[in-house]
Each structure stands twice: as C-alpha cells, then as structure tokens.
C-alpha cells in the first residue's frame, strides 16, 4: 500500500517537474512546479513529516509560487521567446551532461544505501514539531538566528534596489 | 547547546552585528537630508561610523585572541585586567560553541583577516559615494563581513551553508549597488544568478553527505548532531559512492563562489561591474573566506577520501583539487594576458592566484604531519598577503577609475606624471602580485611552491612556475602604461586621505610581511 | 487500520462533503434574506414556504444554463480553475471538531487530554498538526481566483486575479499570527485539544481578544468577503475574477466562496468561543448517562455538543452578512495599508504579549485576564490612532504620474 502511493506520488513529482521544464507558457510551468511541489509534500508525509508536509505546502506552494504566478501575470511575460540560442552546442550537450549525471546518481544512490532506513517510530519522534522546535532553539540556535539576519538583509536589499536612486 | 557563557567566545560577530544595526539606523533620518551638501555628509558620516566602528571590532578580535598581548596570570587585579580577562577567556580554544561555531585558532586568524580586510574596504569606500541610501551600503559591508566570519567558523552543515548566504546576498546587492549603471547592474545579477546555481549546488551536496551519514548510522534513534562536519566524516568512513558524489558536489559548488576554473566565468564581468573597493572585498575576503571553510569541509568532512598530493593513487579530493589547480593557474593567467581593461586584468589575476591557494590546499594530503602544518600556514600567509596586495590594487584601480573616468590600461597612461606616489603605490602591489621580491607577494609563493613541492605535487609545482612567469609579462604591461606611455591628459590626480590610509596600510603591510615573514608566520603556526 | 475503519472515514468525508454543500445552498437563502431584512426588503419568498426552495430553484437553473468557454482562454487552466478553487474549501473540515460523539461510548473521554479511548465521529482526523494543516489549505486557496483571472484572458478578469493573489498573501500574515497566537495560549497545534483546553468557561476569546479581533479581521480578508471583496468588485471589474465563469463553473466559485466562509466562522468558534463547549455540557452528559447508560450518555452528548458548535457557528454567519450590510468596501491602498501596516504589526505584537505573559503568570485563569486586558488596550489605542483624520491620502491621480524619461 504505502509503496504503492510512494510509485504513483514519485511518479507525479518526476512528470511535474519534467512538465515544468518542457513547458513553453510561463504560467503552466508555474502550475507545473506546483504540482512537484505538492507530489514532494505528500512524499513527506509519507515519511511520517506531517509537519514537513503542511511547511512545504504553505511555504512553497501557498507563497512562493503565488508570487512566482503573481509576477508573470502582472509582467504578462507568460510566453516563452524563440529566440535560437547562440551558443548552438551548448543545449545538447547540457542533456548529455545532465544526464550522464542523473544515471551516475541513480547508479550511486542505489548502492550506496546499505543500511535500512530508521524506524518509524524514531521517525514520528523526529518530526514532531515539538521537537523540532526544540532543536531549533537549542542544538541549532545559530543558525537559526542567521537566518533572521539574512531575511533582514533582503528585506534592505528589497528597498535599496526598488527605490529609484537619486543621485548624490 | 548554547550556553551564555559563549556569549564572549562570540563577541566580535556580536559586535559586527550591533555596528551593522547601527550603520543601518544612522541613516534613518534620511528624510530630511535630501540637500546635495546634507546627503554628502550623510555618506561622510555613515562611512565613518564604519570605519571606526570596523577598527574598533578588530582591536577587540585582536585583543580577544591574544596574539599581540596576552595578559599574564600574575597581572593585578583592577577594572581594566578584569576586561581583558574576560575577553581573553573567549580566546582560542574549547569546543565548538553548540557544535556549530569553532573557536580555535584556525578562526580567530581568519576573523582578524576578514575584520582588516573588511576596514580597509571601509577606508576605500570614504571617498565613493553609493548612489543613494548610503546607509545601507556600509551595513551591508559590514553584514558581509559578519557572515564570512561565521563562515570560518562554521562547523557544521546549516550554519556553513547560512554563513555563505549571510556573506553572499550582501555582496550580491552591493555588487549591483549603481542601479542606473548597466554595468554594474549586469554584475549584481549574473553574481546573483551563479551564486544562487551554486548554493543549489552546494546544497545538494550536503544533503548527499547527510544522507550518507545518516545510512552509515543505522537505526539510531539520535540523528540531531548529523550535520557536524566530524560527524559525517566518522559515519561515512566506509561508504563509498554516495559519499564521492557529496565530495564532488560540494567542491564544485564551493568553486563556484572561489572562482576557480572551470567554474570561474562569473568573475571577470562581476570584479568589472561592481563598484571597484566592493571589487576589492569580494575578490578578498570572500575569498579567504571561501578557502578556509573548503579546508574545514574537506579534512573534516571527508578525512577518509583524501588521496595523496603524487596522485599516485587515484580519487580522493586531492585529485579533482589537482586538476582545478591545473586549470585555474593555467586558464587565469593565459587569459589575462589580451585584457584591455585593468579591473577584467586583475579579475583574471585573482583567478591564478586562487589556483596557487589551491596548491596549498593539497599539501593537506601529505604523508607527513609537518608537511601538511606547512601547507596550512603557507596557505594563510597567501590569503594575507594576497588579500593586502589585492586590496591596495583594486584600491588604487579605484582612485584611478574615479578620477580619469574609467579603468581602461589606457586610463593609467602616464599616471607617474600624474601622481607620482599613487603610480609607485600602485607599482609596488603590482609588483606583489607578480612575485617580485623582496615583497611578500614572493615569499607567498615561494612557500606555497616549496610546500607544494616537498609533498610531491611536483608537476604542478613546475607548471605553476612557468605561468608566474607568463604572469609577470601583464603586471609588467600594468607598469608600462603608468611610467613609460605618454600621458594623454596631464591633470594632476589627487589622493584623498582615505585611499591614501588604505593604501599605504597595504603597501607597508606586503613591505614588512615580504621583509620580516616570522612576524606572521609564528602567529599562523599555532593553527 | 481494517476495512471498517476505512468505510467510516469514507463515509464521514461523503456526509460532511454533502453537509457543507448543503449548508453553502441555505447560506446564500440565509444572507438575501437578512440582507433583505437590513435594506427593508423583504427577499426571495416565492419558492416553497418562506422561499425555502429558492437554493434548489438556484441551482436547476445554473445547472441548465449553456456551458461557455470562451475562445481565447487558456483551456485547461480556464477548466481546472473552478475545481482548485473548491477542493481547499472542502479539504479544510478534515481538522474541524464539529461536536463529540464517542463510539467507544464514553463521553468523558472527550475532555482527556491524552485521547485515550476516544473515537470521535465528529471530526475526521486529529492532527498533530492541525492548526497549521489549516494555514496551509487556506495559503493554497488562492490559487482557485488567480488561475481563474489569468485564464479567462480578460483584463477584468485579470485584474481580479492579481488584486485577490496580492490581498490573499497579505492578509495570511496577519491571520497566521492570530492563530499561532492561540497555538501559543493553548501549548498545542492540534484543534481538538484546543478545543478541550477551553473547558470551563475560560473560552480562547478571553487570553486571545486581540487574537480574536485580528482573525476576523484577517478570515474576512481571506474569504474575500465585503467590506474587503475588491476582487470581484462590481463597479470596477465587472464581475472580478469570474466575469468569463457561468453556469455550474461559476456555482463552483460561489461555492468555494460561501464553504471557506462557513469553515472560517467554524474555526473562529473552535479557536475563540470554546467549539462545541456549552455550559452545563458535562452535567447534562453524566445525568444522561446516569439515568439512561452510557450509550444514551455519549449519543446526547454529542448531539448538543454539535448542535452547540452549529448554533454558535450560526451567529458568526449572522454578524458576517450583518458586516456586508453595514460596511463599504474599502479602497485598495487602504486594503494593502491596513494589512501590513495595522494588522500585521499588531498580531506580532501581540505574539510578544503572549509569550511574555504566559511565561510570566502561569496561572492559566490569571494570565488571561491580563492578556484580556492587556488586548483591549492595544485595540483602544489602534482605533484611537486610526480615528485621526488623514488630510492628504497618498494617491498619485492618473494625470499627476510623471513618466520617468
């Protein structure tokens, strides 16, 4: 049952963000990615994150990429230009590298777990938002507070770069 | 675990953070200062508040790690002692601080590189006025500076990982500062743009080493400690290709923000666009940055990987750090050679230089303990002297492209008729660079290639050689347009007080060090 | 988990799928009739007794109207919009405690905070995670109204779209801090357990009055109710983002609409007036049980506590139409104003207030009132400082814009 749903959500998320990349409309590639998104969140809670799931859901499909969507539709830069590349060699031979990359990956993720996942009951453990946030504010304190310098700085950088320079 | 008593361990970011607020909220009355006289003052005052704010961190860095003074046991006890007790008791040493932060002397030598660096930027930037919101523009600086000093501390994945964009999106912004320059505009989003591609990049491959670690651990029920750099290199001793591929990832993404070749194509059109003292800070203390948190990843992280310096036996991080040593001291030099433009020229010149550093990074592999020691302090005393001869070289370059209106090579014609203390400033980081002694850009190499060498890296040893020599034929060109073209425009060029300071920091700092190296290096040992 | 358990959860979804849609159909009998009643009107009366027929009259007609898709939308975004705006209003209710009837026949365990012995058919499931499963169904509503204007590639269409995406984001800020300032009092994410926490009297509006007030505020926004309804304002959109939608397309929309608005009045009851809490709910429960067993017990028990949720959720509806009688609609820069600039500052403030008071006073009963207060006082002097006239409103005329050369 549960690898059953993991083939048909797995499956999803790979026709989501192949979609996503083949799309020639900006907005459907949106819509595309969202639906990676959503693949991904239902992944989670198949690993027993229910927190996860509802974080990725919120940040990524609620803001994110309704911003994304928001700024192609105020644009009106959904259409995709034709222009030809200039660099004719270089589109095929970024396929050939990505994918002499993803068969290396698949090839190397496959051998390389040897050992069986951790119980779920670590895992439930593990994911439950009381814990995480505990590990936030203590295990992971740092870092957690360089995250709130680096949101300041864009919030700076948001303004510095929109406002219209008046020159001095 | 945190614990208030790190709070001094901590002090100069805690410091560089309150000066960045400060910075930050100095420029808050903007409102009423919109007068071209008041925003001049506006730009005066936050940029000095900068530069005395950034001189007063590093006395404390300084003072805190007690390389110059330490306060002896016996001293007597009073108000002033007690400070400096306190403060030295945060000194180097201990464990990280919540298994994140390292504090040992690898950090505090690093910090007071980037804090200098970063006040001497501050000290080119006296006399540049960033279009509006000067404000911001030194906050950011300073915000930077912060996260490359969390940066070479980092000991742990998330924090590695958030340091490098605390350090990042500031540079990004700055680099792009001149909206209304299409130049400097191109540079802030293509440093965006491959910075972003190489976050991804370096990401990716830290989850890889997690996950490794992870299924090296088992079924464990405590993974929260997982992301420590010691911690995976002990759980992913035996596994193999996943590990490999962890490895490469994380050196290609942290090649990317070193500018090695191949992964250096961002540089030129960035070091060109942006802002020349904003030039001067990435291509340094970034840099130096970026070096000491790929030494920590790679010995720390993947210590069972690391190959050896002959090549003897394949694989091992050695070898693909072989090859980018190869290509960047190769490609950087030979492709500095047709530069017309004086910042794209030394762009393509910290390309090359970075391939030396590199160099040091292979003595690591050494079979010997004192071979791998030497490498370490070969490599810091490259980062100091290069980023003291950097800085004075984008400094002058900045002084110069203010005043003459651009930094063409034409620009610098007859600059010696022109200034003649700025040419010979000027000169003397030139000729730094180039390896000229008895400056320190010589003794620099001279150690990287003897480490180099005693630990068997020989061809590479032999080919970095025969490129310093290529290079000397552009630094060489540098100094011919400033002593023997004629002059197209003889209007004197004046040297502010600032730059000047700057410069002359520079200039003694690569003389001294070139002349009197045991200043430094009994310091750079204790790492 | 075996078949049966399965079935029940399957048979649960169909009933309240089937409930809330029902619900939606006397909803909008509801409103025209109190709107009605607060034009001085009388309102549709001529179907069935009372005009009770009137939403079946609605929907044969919008069910036999001509499907029309116009010729330039984009086609699957145009057909997918309608039914992405609908499944996040229906997907909501899956953590929403309508009442407490436990089929393990033992009403007490309704107010156990461990949950042991407890089969309560009243709601779906009990996440851990409850709350914020709500803030992230309500964070991808948005996607229904902003495919929806993008699609149908009409300018007002459009305009819509952009207006309810832009608003949409804005004011899940400031909802977010209302909730997770509840999460916060009550020490957990999950809706049942607030809800029990509330036993007593002691209902979530008295700590959260600020959290409260900035819900309603915030929910109205989010719901893309009037006063805060710009994305289909008639006056200047036409008809906003579904102008180009008829038919059971557009009854989709309106569904979803009027769905998310009864969830929100749903979870302002479970947050803030105590869920499906009714004073003398225990006694009734251990009466009954005594005087009947404890199937008798549990079943009555139930029964109230729904009927209790479904009465309280009733007057929110009530105040919500009362809202849209009473109050104009704002204008947009005063919209995106109030959402970053009142609302958002407000709500963390008002986290700070609940931190430091909780951990300060951890008598439950004391800390309230002082956050009760504490509340109302911050309200005072937000509205005090609104009330000051504005002499100049930054709005740059059309005719005023000068172009940057």
């Known amino acids: 049952m549960e690898l059953i749903l993991f083939l048909i959500t797995a499956l999803i998320a790979i026709v989501g963000a192949v979609a996503m990349l ?45 911003l994304f969507l928001f700024v192609v539709m105020l644009l009106g830069a959904e259409k995709v230009e034709d222009t030809p590349d200039r660099i004719a060699w270089q589109q095929p031979l970024a396929l050939l590298l990505g994918l002499a990359l993803l068969v290396v990956s698949v090839v190397v993720g496959l051998g390389g777990a040897t050992n069986p996942p951790p119980e779920s009951e670590a895992l439930i453990q593990f994911s439950d938002p009381r814990t995480l946030g505990a590990l936030l504010f203590t295990d992971y304190l740092l870092p957690f507070e360089v995250t709130g310098f680096i949101l300041l700085i864009a919030v700076i950088g948001v303004v510095v770069l929109n406002q219209r320079g008046r020159k001095i | 675990m945190f614990q208030l008593t790190d709070i001094p361990r ?57 390389y110059i003074y330490r306060l002896p046991e016996t001293a007597p006890v009073n108000f002033f002692t007690n400070i400096i007790r306190n403060l030295q008791s945060g000194g180097p040493g201990g464990e990280p601080i919540a298994g994140a932060f390292a504090t040992d002397h690898l950090t505090m030598i690093a910090r007071l590189l980037i804090i200098g660096a970063a006040l001497v930027t501050s000290l080119l930037c006296l006399d540049v006025r960033p279009s509006a919101h000067p404000g911001e523009f030194y906050a950011l600086i300073i915000f930077s500076t912060l996260g490359m000093c969390l940066m070479v501390g980092a000991n742990e994945f998330l924090l590695a990982y958030l340091a490098i964009e605390l350090t990042s999106i500031p540079l990004y912004l700055l680099a792009g500062y001149f909206r209304n320059d299409p130049r400097s505009a191109e540079a802030g989003l293509k440093y965006f743009l491959f910075g972003a591609i190489s976050s991804a990049i ?34 992913t001793a035996s596994s193999g290709g996943l590990i490999t591929l962890a490895m490469l990832f994380i050196v290609a993404g942290m090649g990317y923000k070193l500018a090695v070749v191949p992964f250096h194509s961002w540089s030129p059109d960035v070091y060109e666009g942006a802002p020349t003292p904003i030039t001067a800070f990435i291509s340094t203390a970034s840099k130096a940055a970026g070096f000491i948190l790929l030494f920590r990843l790679l010995t720390k992280t993947f210590p069972a990987m690391t190959g050896s310096p002959t090549l003897d036996t394949a694989g091992g991080w050695t070898a693909v750090l072989a090859v980018l040593a190869l290509l960047t001291v190769v490609i950087g030099n030979l492709a500095a050679l047709p530069q017309t433009n004086v910042k794209r020229l030394l762009a393509y010149s910290s390309i090359a230089h970075a391939g030396f550093v590199v160099l040091g990074l292979l003595a690591w592999a050494a079979a010997q303990p004192f071979d791998r020691e030497q490498g370490l302090t070969a490599l810091l005393y490259y980062l100091f002297i290069y980023s003291l001869t950097n800085l004075g070289a984008f400094g002058a370059l900045a002084l110069i492209g203010q005043q003459t209106g651009g930094d063409d090579l034409t620009h610098l014609r007859g600059l010696s008729r022109r200034n003649l203390p700025l040419a010979l400033l000027f000169t003397v980081c030139i000729l730094s660079l180039a390896g000229i002694p008895p400056l320190g850009g010589f003794f620099a190499k001279f150690y990287i290639f003897m480490v180099g060498w005693q630990s068997g890296a020989t061809w590479l040893v032999v080919i970095a050689v025969v490129m310093t020599i290529v290079s000397l034929y552009y630094y060489l060109r540098l100094l011919k347009a400033m002593f023997i073209e004629p002059a197209t425009d003889l209007t004197p060029v004046s040297l502010p007080r600032g730059i000047g300071a700057a410069l002359a920091i520079a200039v003694v700092g690569v003389l001294v060090l070139g002349i009197f190296p045991n200043l430094i290096l009994s310091v750079l040992e204790r790492v | 988990m075996d078949w049966l358990t399965i079935l029940i959860i399957v048979i649960q979804c169909f009933v309240i799928t089937l409930a809330v849609t029902t619900a939606f159909a006397y909803l909008t009998l509801f409103e025209r009739r109190i709107l009605a009643r607060l034009q001085n009107r009388v309102g549709p009366n001529r179907a069935g007794p009372a005009g009770l027929l009137q939403p079946a009259a609605d929907a044969v007609k919008l069910f036999f109207k001509e499907d029309i898709v116009p010729a330039m939308a984009d086609k699957p975004v145009y057909l997918l919009a309608p039914a992405v705006a609908v499944i996040p209003a229906l997907i909501i209710w899956a953590v929403i405690p309508f009442g407490c009837l436990n089929l393990n026949w033992d009403y007490q365990a309704c107010y156990d905070p461990a949950r042991t012995n407890l089969w309560n058919i009243l709601q779906i499931t009990d996440l851990n995670i409850g709350v914020l499963y709500v803030l992230a169904v309500t964070s991808i509503g948005v996607y229904g109204i902003t495919l929806a204007g993008w699609a149908s590639n009409n300018k007002y269409s459009m305009l819509g779209g952009i207006r309810s995406s832009a608003q949409l984001i804005s004011y899940e800020l400031a909802l977010g801090c209302a909730v997770l300032s509840v999460v916060m009092t009550y020490g957990t994410l999950s809706t049942h357990e607030i809800v029990t926490q509330q036993q007593g009297g002691l209902w979530g509006i008295i700590p959260q009055l600020l959290g409260f007030v900035l819900y309603m505020i915030a929910a109205t926004a989010e719901v893309v109710r009037a006063p805060f309804d710009l994305v289909e304002a008639e006056q200047e959109l036409t008809g906003g983002y579904n102008t180009e939608y008829g038919s059971m397309k557009f009854a989709l929309f309106f569904m979803a609409e009027y769905i998310k608005l009864i969830a929100v009045s749903a979870l302002a009851v479970t947050f803030f007036f105590g869920g499906w809490h009714f004073p003398g709910l225990d006694i009734l429960g251990r009466e009954v049980t005594a005087l009947a067993g404890p199937v008798a017990g549990s079943i009555v028990f139930g029964i109230v506590s729904l009927g209790a949720f479904l009465l309280k959720v009733v007057v929110f509806l009530f105040i919500s139409v009362w809202v849209r009688a009473s109050w104009p609609r704002l204008r947009y820069d005063r919209l995106m104003d109030l959402g970053w600039k009142w609302l958002l500052p407000v709500g963390l403030l008002n986290l700070v207030y609940t931190t430091v008071v909780i951990i300060l006073i951890p008598d439950r009963v004391v800390h309230s009132w002082v956050l009760f207060g504490l509340g109302a006082i911050t309200i005072a002097i937000a509205i005090g400082f609104n009330r000051t006239p504005k002499p100049i409103d930054n709005v740059t005329l059309v005719k005023d814009i000068q172009l940057p050369n």
């Open chain 1, 22 to 66: 083949v799309s020639r409309n900006a907005v459907h590639s949106a819509l595309f990615l969202l639906l990676n998104f959503a693949a991904i969140a239902v992944l989670f809670l198949l690993l027993q994150a229910p927190f996860l799931f509802t974080i990725q859901l919120t940040v990524y499909a609620g803001a994110i990429m309704v």
């Open chain 2, 10 to 66: 901590l002090l100069p970011e805690i410091l560089l953070l309150v000066l960045a607020l400060l910075v930050l909220g100095s420029d808050i009355l903007e409102r009423w200062g919109r007068t071209p006289a008041a925003q001049l003052e506006r730009v005066k005052s936050s940029a000095s508040l900068t530069a005395i704010g950034l001189g007063m961190v590093l006395f404390v860095a300084l003072l805190q790690s007690g």
């Open chain 2, 202 to 235: 370096l990401l990716y491959g830290m989850s890889l080493a997690f996950g490794a670690a992870l299924n090296g651990v088992g079924s464990a029920t405590n993974f929260n400690d997982l992301t420590r750099f010691d911690r995976i290199g002990t759980f």
